[in-house]
RNA sequence: GCUGGAGUGGCGGAACGGUAUACGCGUCGGUCUCAAAAACCGAUGUCUUAACGGGCGUGUGGGUUCGAGUCCCACCUCCAGCACCA
């Protein structure tokens, strides 16, 4: 009977119970005993999940599940990233409540990970959205209030006027809001700040401690955390008080600074001009520009606008008077919002000369266009060079310059050595409801105070009003708000902001090692037994927001004593998306396939098989209906193997599974022995060399394919029943990972589960090992080449050596053709690889 | 522009410097059937040939090597991220 619908529903339901109630995967710490933590990165709970969220929790369900059969002691927990916007705006639209809709949708993805089949430790789950968990949150908080990593501070801050809050700059992408894509304006406010910029060193410098990350991420972090070597230069004001400090990475072209500019934001760009007939000008200008959006100002055809400050300002090194300009090109967020310009050999400077006939002085030769006048130059000279114009500097090569310069100006207090980043701090309060509450209160006479930890936690209020309109609802909950001062008891304010959600996920993997502790954030000694993560999966939209601010705050964590790692996630794999028609699915494209449709259909293992066998993990992943067919097909292929074969055979092999005396093998039990052998390796070494499990799959297929060629029929004994078991056997523990409910039920079929024993379940079944010996054949194939081109084949004894060969290949047609009439100039021997002839 | 990655059959994709295209899909042919579906068996890079064969084939052009998809050099194209970061 081949594997139908119905055994789908009956074989899935029956193990996904049988897991429930014997609490299969329950994860405990045993000391002595290998642990391997594996985590996908939680979701937020939407709604049901879709098929990204299967392709991400099936990669780490086959690690999971893989490294039981290893011999590891697993963890695999799992729960939701419940906070967030997405709940107030359904709430609105749904008239419900943000937390009403939030856990009906915990519910639905529950279900649905639950039909999938995955090896969860349920009883770790958790939602950030519990009292419980965000408890937690705002003691993290006030641990880092207290050692001044939190901090509030007014400024120019990302404002998205959609979801009417403030954002940090990694929510910002191209100028727009991350979750709702509008244009995000400047504002100033006073927000809530992390200092990971304290971290920026060891941030940057312990990605080395990183190398199974993808390549990309870690680029992608360096990039973002920007660290850059160069110099402080000050410049005189000529004629006032005032000095400008500018950082520039290039003090080798010092000589060639031609001008200064501030960015329009810079706090003496208005003060310059006082007096100077400049002043209209620059307000205008300085006006101008912060009405422009930032992303307007950065795009475009970047032109560069400015105008003259009316100021002058003295260049350190060769006393020159340059003008002070303010230009939009330069950012006050960055270095020092202001530049020395050197239009020469920075293209932006050039640009910006061009458009304002600014002065140029070529200070490094371009190899190319030696002498050349910067007159007759169309672009800057960026590369390298030796010093020209640069006194006592002149014919020094560029980069000895660069360290020289500085130097000399820092013992000469014309500058100094510096370095600057572009991490900023981050900035985490939002003005929005469904988020954990920011745990200070604001006292008339003692200040900021936080909430003692003791009345943790600050609980967000069932009843604030939500209407989406800006402000922060919980200003409009009285009862929140009025507090007393827990210092002096006088009337007080709280907090109304609420943390960025992004604060919640940044430790949870540290709170599943001990998810129901309500005394400590977590037992350190069980964080110290499972952290770091082993194995981390999850999308590379990710690569810098979530795993910058979980390093973040593992470094964090670890300085309060709470854990030893310094990294919270060994290895990283970054799955690729699902595609339909070439599109990423989507509900707006209206090309979603529902799990659920498929799972009714083909069952959950063949939607896990499928997602694994079309495309390496890592890579995008085309759906594909016939694909799916496919391999539907070959799950039946392996259930009707156990079942007319497999059960039907007589056992002819002793307790511990070996071959009963007498038997031998012939050539074609040698051969199956061969074809199982190698699927054992090449499967384990797919699993072992970065989950290739499409490799996997295909390779157990391959010995699927030399199984059905096996001429062994129920009834046989001897060797070919003992053979044929235990390639069956093989076949079904490979699969286990990848189809656990078919796995699971074969493996009862064959009569080795016995619940309530030691091993419950497929799952903690060894993995095969296999025997080097037996993929070593008598004979073996190789080809002859004749100058590079294949020539022929032979079937020739191991290790034969060219005293051999040599009068057997010189003796073929195939060969002879090529080689009749000339002279061999070499003969090679590849040992039971080919021969390779050069005439 | 900078950074990272990728270019292999009709398609998804395999290939420790050693017989390119494993495995799967699709297609074609066959078995079974009254028929169809399912299942099973076989063929399937391309050009040429009646056939045996032969030529050409991993984005392009060079190089190293007995031998290159793989290593080196120079390009081209595509994808992703960052982007006036001084």
Request: include cysteine.
């Amino acid at each position: 009977m081949p594997y139908t619908t119905n055994d789908i529903r009956r074989v899935e339901e029956k193990w996904q119970k049988y897991w429930a109630v014997n609490k299969t995967f329950q994860a405990r710490e045993l000391p002595g005993k290998e642990k391997y933590y594996v985590l996908e990165m939680f979701p937020y709970p939407s709604g049901k999940i879709h098929m990204g969220h299967v392709r991400n929790y099936t990669i780490c369900d086959v690690i999971a599940r893989y490294k039981s059969q290893r011999g590891f002691n697993v963890l695999h927990p799992m729960g939701y990233d419940a906070f967030g916007q997405p709940a107030e705006n359904a709430a609105i639209k749904r008239n419900t409540s943000p937390a009403e809709w939030t856990y009906k949708c915990i519910a639905d993805m529950r279900a649905g990970l639950r039909q999938m089949g995955f090896s969860y430790d349920w009883d770790r789950e958790l939602a950030t959205c519990d009292e419980s968990y965000y408890k937690w949150n705002q003691w993290l908080f006030i641990q880092m209030y207290e050692k001044g990593l939190a901090y509030k501070k007014g400024s120019a801050v990302n404002w998205c006027p959609s979801c009417a809050t403030t954002l940090a700059n990694e929510e910002v992408i191209n100028g727009a809001c991350w979750r709702c894509k509008s244009e995000v304006v400047q504002k100033d406010l006073e927000q809530w700040y992390l200092k990971i910029t304290q971290y920026s060193e060891s941030l940057l410098a312990d990605l080395q401690k990183l190398p199974n990350w993808p390549a990309r991420v870690i680029a992608m972090q360096e990039n973002w955390i920007g660290k850059s070597y160069g110099a402080d230069i000050f410049f005189k004001v000529k004629g006032r008080e005032d000095t400008i400090t500018v950082f520039t990475t290039r003090p080798d072209t010092i000589f060639g600074a031609t001008y200064v500019t501030l960015a329009p934001e810079h706090p003496l760009a208005l003060k310059l001009s006082r007096g100077t007939g400049q002043e209209a000008a620059v307000k205008v200008f300085i006006e101008k520009a912060a009405n422009t959006s930032k992303s307007l100002r950065m795009s475009g055809d970047q032109r560069k606008d400015g105008v003259f400050t009316g100021a002058w300002a003295i260049n350190p090194v060769n006393g020159r008077e340059v003008p002070v300009w303010i230009g939009d090109y330069v950012l006050m967020g960055y270095g020092t919002g202001a530049i020395m310009a050197v239009p020469t050999h920075d293209q932006r400077d050039f640009e910006f000369a061009r458009e304002h006939g600014l002065p140029m002085v070529v200070v490094i030769e371009d190899a190319a266009r030696p002498g050349v006048a910067p007159e007759q130059m169309t672009k800057a000279h960026e590369d390298g060079g030796v010093l020209v114009n640069s006194q006592q500097f002149n014919g020094q090569p560029n980069e000895e310059a660069k360290k020289n310069i500085a130097l000399w100006m820092e013992n000469n207090g014309l500058g100094r050595v510096a370095v600057h980043w572009r991490l900023r701090d981050w900035l985490i309060s939002r003005q929005r409801y469904w988020g954990a509450p920011i745990p200070m209160i604001y006292c008339g006479s003692c200040g900021i105070v936080p909430v003692p930890v003791a009345q943790l936690p600050v609980k967000l209020p069932p009843d604030a009003p939500i209407t989406g309109e800006g402000g922060s609802p919980l200003a409009k909950v009285q009862a929140f708000v009025e507090v007393k001062c827990p210092k002096c008891g006088q009337a007080a304010r709280r907090e109304t902001d609420t943390m960025a959600t992004f604060f919640d996920s940044s430790w949870y993997f540290l709170r599943y090692c001990d998810p129901h502790n309500d005394q400590v954030i977590f037992d350190p000694a069980k964080a110290a037994y499972w952290m770091p993560v082993d194995q981390y999966v999850g999308g590379i939209e990710h690569a810098i927001l979530h795993l910058l601010y979980s390093r973040f705050f593992t470094k964090f964590i670890r300085d309060l004593g709470l854990t030893a790692v310094d990294e919270p996630f060994d290895r990283l794999l970054t799955q690729g998306m699902v595609l339909k028609d070439g599109e990423v699915m989507s509900k707006s494209r209206g090309n979603v396939v529902d799990p659920d449709e498929v799972i009714a259909k083909f069952g959950a293992d063949t939607l896990r098989l499928f997602i694994l066998f079309a495309a390496p993990p890592e890579d995008q992943l085309e759906w594909n209906p016939a694909g799916l067919e496919g391999n539907w097909r070959f799950i039946n292929r392996v259930w009707n193997a156990v079942e007319t074969r497999y059960v039907r055979m007589p056992s002819q092999t002793n307790a511990a599974g070996q071959a009963l005396p007498g038997a031998v093998m012939d050539a074609e039990d040698k051969k199956l022995e061969l074809e199982r052998n190698a699927a054992i390796k090449k499967v384990t070494e797919s699993m072992e060399g970065g989950f290739k499990f499409n490799t996997a799959i295909s390779a157990v297929m391959v010995l699927m394919n030399a199984i059905d060629k096996y001429h062994a029929v129920p009834g046989d004994a001897g060797m070919r029943a003992v053979c044929l078991n235990r390639a069956i056997e093989t076949v079904v523990l490979l699969l286990a990972p990848f189809i656990p409910h078919v796995a699971e039920e074969l493996w009862e079929m064959m009569g080795k589960v016995q619940p309530g024993t030691a091993n419950p379940s497929i799952a903690f079944e060894p993995w095969p090992v296999f025997d080097e010996k037996a993929l070593v054949t008598d004979t073996v194939k190789i080809a002859a080449q004749v100058n590079g081109k294949v020539r022929g084949e032979f079937e020739v004894p191991r290790d034969a050596d060219e005293a051999l060969l040599r009068p057997l290949v010189l003796a073929d047609e195939g060969v002879l053709r090529h080689v009749a009439g000339k002279e061999i100039k070499k003969f090679i021997v590849i040992k039971n690889k080919l021969v390779s002839i050069v005439v």
